[in-house]
């Protein structure tokens, strides 16, 4: 490249620049990742892509927490990095700094209502604690991120009404705190709210800190989906052959091609991600499933990219989990060790479906098999082509909730 880029020195001076950081990344991995990951506090996509280098590096990113966290990523270890809270997305460096100080000066905090309470309101609000519950930085005080989200504004008004009433005293106080304040500084009750599911918490995650930390939205179907999509993405190569692959569909966008509009976006499955293509027909067709956020099952071909020198998936099918079960699935064993289900009043509530095809107008759905357990002898009831349904979400909850002893599971080759 010297020959043509720039002057050999120059050359010189970054192959010596290139050796000493990869020194620095094998012999002070820790330093190495929170000092990088410091610099790009801002850019959570870069964040990201540092995630996954340290991980693969065996570099592990602690949680988000407001008891040990400062504005930047701190090593703690040789293999551990403590999250910088400065990276929260509505926080910024006053009022992380804040935080920090009421935390030095009193000694770690103790619930949410002591936290409002003690960090300086003139550099939190409303904004700042929510980005905070939803990354888990209260984690570790209280778990339950929907009841903590909840309550914030109630910990603020709290924590604003023991600061009008810290100076008051009433005439028989005496000088005594207590007296002073009563059962005023007892703590009022979290508000209580359903609690989050995976998707919700990580989904919610994800707007304060711009990606998962605390786990993945594959991680919830990942031990179904992998029973017939097999391939994980990090053991992908260039192939001519069709191949399967499932993930969390991310930074979608629709652009104009040469042969019309396509969408482009990541297909991530938590062991990595792809840059995946799906042209203007099969993007009609599947307005509901591409969309940021949601779980698809592709099928395509791996190409070289010429423009990143990589590789993008180039998408010739798509599925969500549920039409996934329809394609792949062989039935749905329903286990009756006691009382038969109520199998008519289920397929009536999730009927099969019909779907246009090149071959004609055809059923979509899953048939059932009944599986007995008596003693000594075990057997399957197949029902037929009339039972088939739609195997939703709701619909296998319906089926494991009209089963009594046993359950419902989807069988695959």
Same mark, same amino acid.
């Given at each position: 490249f010297a020959g043509y880029g720039f002057n050999k020195s120059h050359a010189a001076a970054y192959s010596l620049l290139a050796y000493q950081t990869a020194w620095i990344k094998v012999h002070y991995a820790a330093e190495f990742f929170a000092a990088n990951m410091t610099i790009e506090l801002d850019n959570s996509d870069k964040l990201k892509a540092l995630l996954f280098d340290a991980k693969s590096f065996g570099v592990t990113i602690a949680t988000p927490d407001v008891n040990s966290g400062t504005y930047r990523f701190e090593p703690v270890s040789a293999r551990e990095v403590r999250y910088g809270l400065g990276a929260v997305k509505g926080t910024g460096q006053g009022a992380i700094e804040a935080i920090v100080v009421a935390r030095e000066t009193g000694g770690p905090f103790t619930s949410l209502f002591d936290f409002c309470a003690r960090v300086d309101r003139g550099r939190i609000n409303r904004r700042v604690v929510e980005s905070l519950v939803k990354a888990g930085a209260f984690d570790a005080l209280n778990a +339950? !991120? $929907?009841? /903590? /989200? +909840? $309550?914030v504004g109630l910990a603020l008004d709290w924590a604003d009404t023991q600061a009008a009433h810290a100076d008051q005293s009433g005439l028989f106080d005496f000088g005594t705190e207590e007296a002073?304040? @009563?059962a005023s500084t007892q703590e009022p009750a979290f508000v209580a709210a359903a *609690?989050?599911?995976?998707? *919700? !918490?990580?989904? %919610? *995650?994800?707007? +304060? #800190? @711009?990606?998962y930390l605390s786990g993945h939205l594959f991680d919830q179907s990942a031990s179904e989906v992998r029973r017939f999509a097999r391939l994980k993405i990090a053991d992908l190569i260039d192939s001519r052959e069709p191949l399967l #692959?499932?993930? =969390?569909? @991310? &930074? %979608? !966008?629709v652009v104009n091609g040469q042969r019309g509009r396509? +969408? =482009?976006?990541?297909? &991530?499955?938590? $062991?990595?991600f792809i840059e995946s293509v799906a042209n203007e027909d099969l993007l009609n067709a599947n307005r509901e499933l591409l969309k940021d956020d949601e779980l698809v099952i592709l099928q395509g071909k791996v190409q070289p990219d010429r423009f $990143? @020198?990589? =590789?993008r998936f180039n998408v010739q099918s798509v599925w969500d989990l549920a039409g996934a079960r329809c394609r792949f699935g062989k039935y749905l064993r329903v286990e009756v060790n006691g009382s038969v289900p109520p199998v008519a009043e289920v397929l009536r509530e999730f009927p099969s479906r019909r779907v246009e095809t090149d071959h004609g107008d055809l059923p979509l759905g899953l048939g059932v098999r009944l599986s007995l357990l008596r003693e000594g002898a075990t057997g399957e009831i197949d029902l037929g082509d009339a039972a088939r349904f739609y195997p939703s979400e709701a619909a296998l909850a319906r089926w494991n909730a009209a089963v009594t002893h046993g359950r419902a599971t989807v069988v695959y080759d």
């Open positions: +339950a !991120r $929907s009841s /903590l /989200l +909840a $309550s002073a304040h @009563g *609690e989050w599911g995976i998707k *919700e !918490r990580l989904t %919610l *995650e994800k707007t +304060a #800190l @711009g990606f #692959l499932a993930g =969390i569909v @991310g &930074d %979608l !966008r396509v +969408a =482009i976006f990541k297909l &991530d499955d938590g $062991s990595d $990143s @020198g990589g =590789i």
